[in-house]
């Protein structure tokens, strides 16, 4: 039996971890989901407490805490609200693993305390490792806590590296699906909608990892994830646009030989993967129809069109703070587009603003990291509106 606390339940990852839990409960995998997580959605919170009885439940937003805290359940569950929630139920001893599906860097401070209280993690809030890769090792190391990958790319990887000595390994190539401006030209990039920008290719996903997957900032967040979780130099690490969506990553071994891992553009099976990793359980989730694929086509990532990935790859070279600087400036401009108020080219020209103002250095405690994550984003509301 394993029971876990799933964060961030009403998002895309947190739904889709959801139903692989019923699939693994069919499937003589037994899963106990012990408390669940939202920001706002009190609603379908509700719905979920309803089906799966966790005995705790944490929302952040006031207003919404106080509207579940009035809806009446058959069965007891606690409600608590905000950080502090998470912090008490971080530290029950009832269930081994937590599943990160929080947005954004508000999935930090819940990955330290899952740390902290020696849980498993399957991590999905990629933004955790941007921000704090090195402080989350660290503690890793003196920890019974384990990490591993929810995102298909890492997920890919990790599934690649099975039996392989890590010494060997010469090169990672991650996958982009180019978004949805793959083919458009670089002029007419400052006049995308948010409509369009929404409309990614191949994966359903919350908006915020959809604009991200637009610019694709989503790849250099991508490489630092991935330099983290296996112990790789960012610089063996290589970006392949692959419009398809099939081949989810690479794995390149010091012979030549290359190791793929293909599935459909679904979270579901890497998602049951990190939860039954090193098991594989049955599902009927989609399969890939190989009489239906006609090519699998790769490509190299245009950076002076997509100049978040340039930044990404300068940002990486340089280390120290300037990740999260990155992050917190990406996060902010990602919702200044949403709300219609910046172009879309705004976004990396924001970004590169805060970095060109931040000093860099490398001592990096929580506290200073929440400072520089709270100053980036200030930086570009406070510059997007001197410029409105
Ligand atoms: P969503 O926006 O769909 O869901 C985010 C979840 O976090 C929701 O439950 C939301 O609650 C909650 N939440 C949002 N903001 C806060 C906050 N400030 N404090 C507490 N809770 C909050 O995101 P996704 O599921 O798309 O993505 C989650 C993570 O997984 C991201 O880091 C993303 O990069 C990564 N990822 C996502 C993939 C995907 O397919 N979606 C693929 C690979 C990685 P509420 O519903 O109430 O707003
Ligand atoms: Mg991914």
Redesign the pocket.
């Known amino acids: 039996m394993k029971n876990i606390a799933v ?10 971890t959801l139903e692989v839990v019923r699939n693994l409960n069919k499937n003589g995998f037994p899963v106990t989901i012990k408390y669940l ?6 609603q ?2 509700a719905e979920q407490i309803e089906e799966f009885l966790p005995s705790a439940a ?4 006031y207003e ?1 805490f106080k509207a579940l805290k009035n809806r009446s359940f058959k069965h007891k569950c606690e409600i608590f609200c ?1 950080t502090e929630g998470i912090k008490e139920i971080a530290k029950r001893n009832d269930f081994e693993a937590v599943v ?8 930090l401070i ?1 990955t330290i305390e899952a740390i902290k209280n020696g849980k498993d993690i399957a991590l ?5 490792l941007v921000v704090a890769g090195e402080l989350i090792y660290q503690m890793l190391g003196s920890s019974n806590s384990n990490m591993l990958p ?3 790319e890492h997920s890919a990887i990790l599934q690649c590296l099975i039996g392989e000595p890590m010494k060997e390994i010469k090169k990672l190539f991650l996958t982009a699906s180019g978004g949805p401006f793959r083919e458009l030209p670089v002029n007419e990039m400052a006049n995308v909608s948010v409509a369009d920008a929404l409309k990614h290719p191949n ?8 604009i ?1 997957s637009a610019t694709l900032m ?1 790849k250099g ?1 991508e490489i630092i994830e991935a330099k983290w979780l296996f112990n790789i130099e960012a610089e063996n690490i290589d970006v392949l646009i692959h419009p398809q969506s099939i081949i989810h990553s690479m794995v390149e071994f010091s012979d030549g030989s290359v190791k793929a891992q293909l599935g459909v553009p679904d ?1 579901k099976l ?1 998602i049951q993967y990190a939860l039954t990793h090193p098991q594989r359980i049955g599902s009927d989730f989609p399969r890939i129809d190989f009489k239906q694929l006609k090519n699998l086509d790769f490509g190299v990532p245009d950076l002076e069109k997509f100049e978040c990935l340039k930044l990404a790859y300068d940002v990486i070279k340089s280390g120290g703070s300037y990740p999260i600087v990155m992050n917190g400036a990406n996060e902010a401009a990602v919702n200044l587009f949403l709300n219609g108020k910046i172009r879309f080219t705004d976004i990396p020209s924001l970004i590169k603003s805060a970095i060109d103002k931040h000093e860099n250095h490398s001592e990096l405690s929580l506290d200073g990291i929440i400072e520089i994550d709270s100053w980036s984003k200030r930086f570009v509301n406070d510059t997007a509106l001197a410029a409105a």
Do not use: C
Not at 7 to 16: A, D, E, K, P, Q
């Open positions: 964060f961030g339940s009403t998002g895309s990852i947190g739904r889709n997580t939202a920001n706002s959605n009190w379908l919170l944490v929302i952040f937003n919404s905000g990160n599906a929080l947005v954004g860097f508000s999935g819940p999905a809030n990629k933004e955790s929810v995102d298909s994966w359903k996903m919350g908006n915020k990892i959809t991200d989503n967040f979270m890497p």
